[in-house]
């Protein structure tokens, strides 16, 4: 249950990424509100049980294949769309998430690490900095930027002659990158940056562009990292709660407002090229 309501019966809008839990929950609010919405996923089996959940609530949803990384997808998921709910007026680029090929397994490098490679070369079961795989780092980088830019290349050539909003996602990672992550850090940084970038380059055509930047949500990709099988915070997830001042995790519901403020041009109609951190104040404290 959204906590207001904003009129979106006039809009179409696509959600990528739409079967995750922070994306589906978006994609909820936005139907409960009156949209059209197409749950689009790589996975369409996950994309369909959001839909279907949404057609259950009295919702108007529908669920379409598409891969964020790859154009002809991106449009065969546009063409289906249009043809289902006519033209769309809003896009939310969800898609991302992190691998493991882009990260390392300690979070500083040690003169000791430094010997132990000049000695063996590696280190057994520690990736450092160096053993970064490369091709792993494109993949992060891709799916997070290039998974933002090509659905924006392919559903904002419309809305570039009626008017339209785009909401992207980053994350908390852009403003303060954290350790053992540089790709996923380094790519929602990217996010930011391009979020402005557009949000200058479509404004003569009416089109605004902003991002929510959510802080730490348990989502299926970072569960196992943040929680013990016991349902005890890992010592991770310990120091990530230490440094958030209302000293839990966020949940889906935390976004809704945010998201309906963007979302509705009568509410933020002069809001352009923001990102608006939701992160429980973790932004704002030093440590100290």
Same mark, same amino acid.
């Given at each position: 249950?959204?906590?207001?309501?904003?009129?979106? &019966?006039?809009?179409?809008?696509?959600v990528?990424?739409?079967?995750?839990?922070l994306c589906?929950?978006f994609a909820r609010d936005l139907?409960e509100?009156?949209a059209?919405v197409?749950?689009?996923d790589l996975?369409?089996?996950?994309?369909?049980a959001v839909a279907?959940? =949404?057609?259950a609530?009295?919702?108007?949803?529908?669920?379409?294949e598409?891969?964020v *990384?790859v154009?002809a997808? =991106? /449009?065969?998921a546009?063409?289906?769309?249009?043809e289902?709910f006519? #033209?769309?007026?809003?896009?939310?680029?969800?898609?991302?998430g !992190?691998n493991?090929?882009?990260?390392t %397994?300690?979070?500083? @490098? &040690?003169? /000791?690490d430094?010997?132990a @490679?000049d000695r063996?070369?590696?280190? /057994?079961?520690v990736?450092t900095f160096?053993?970064l795989? #490369?091709d792993?780092?494109?993949?992060v980088?891709?799916l997070?930027?290039l998974? &933002?830019?090509l659905p %924006?290349q392919?559903?904002?050539?419309?809305?570039?002659k009626?008017?339209?909003?785009?909401?992207?996602?980053?994350?908390m !990672?852009a403003?303060?990158? @954290?350790t053992?992550?540089?790709a996923?850090?380094?790519?929602?940084?990217?996010?930011?940056?391009?979020?402005q970038?557009l949000a200058v380059?479509?404004?003569?055509v009416? =089109?605004?562009?902003?991002?929510?930047?959510?802080?730490?949500? *348990?989502? !299926?990709?970072n569960?196992?990292?943040l929680?013990?099988?016991d349902? &005890?915070?890992?010592?991770?997830?310990?120091?990530i *709660?230490?440094?958030t001042?209302?000293?839990?995790?966020g949940?889906?519901?935390?976004? %809704?407002?945010?998201? *309906?403020? @963007?979302?509705?041009k !009568?509410?933020?109609?002069?809001?352009n090229?923001?990102?608006?951190?939701?992160?429980?104040g973790?932004?704002?404290?030093?440590?100290?």
């Amino acid at each position: 249950m959204v906590p207001f309501k904003v009129d979106l &019966t006039k809009e179409v809008v696509v959600v990528t990424g739409g079967g995750g839990v922070l994306c589906s929950g978006f994609a909820r609010d936005l139907a409960e509100c009156g949209a059209k919405v197409a749950i689009c996923d790589l996975r369409l089996d996950a994309a369909q049980a959001v839909a279907d959940s =949404i057609n259950a609530a009295g919702g108007c949803a529908a669920a379409f294949e598409m891969n964020v *990384l790859v154009k002809a997808s =991106i /449009e065969a998921a546009k063409a289906a769309i249009v043809e289902k709910f006519g #033209p769309v007026t809003m896009l939310l680029n969800g898609a991302g998430g !992190n691998n493991a090929r882009g990260n390392t %397994t300690k979070d500083n @490098l &040690t003169p /000791e690490d430094i010997e132990a @490679l000049d000695r063996d070369g590696t280190i /057994e079961g520690v990736k450092t900095f160096f053993d970064l795989d #490369p091709d792993g780092i494109s993949f992060v980088f891709n799916l997070n930027f290039l998974g &933002t830019l090509l659905p %924006t290349q392919v559903f904002a050539r419309d809305m570039a002659k009626t008017g339209g909003t785009i909401i992207n996602v980053s994350s908390m !990672n852009a403003f303060r990158p @954290l350790t053992r992550i540089p790709a996923y850090s380094g790519a929602k940084a990217a996010v930011s940056n391009f979020t402005q970038w557009l949000a200058v380059h479509f404004a003569p055509v009416g =089109i605004r562009v902003n991002a929510i930047a959510p802080g730490f949500f *348990l989502t !299926n990709q970072n569960y196992d990292l943040l929680m013990n099988k016991d349902g &005890t915070p890992t010592a991770r997830a310990q120091k990530i *709660l230490a440094h958030t001042p209302m000293n839990r995790f966020g949940v889906p519901a935390d976004l %809704t407002g945010t998201l *309906l403020w @963007l979302a509705d041009k !009568n509410a933020s109609g002069f809001v352009n090229g923001v990102v608006v951190p939701v992160d429980g104040g973790f932004a704002a404290y030093s440590g100290v």
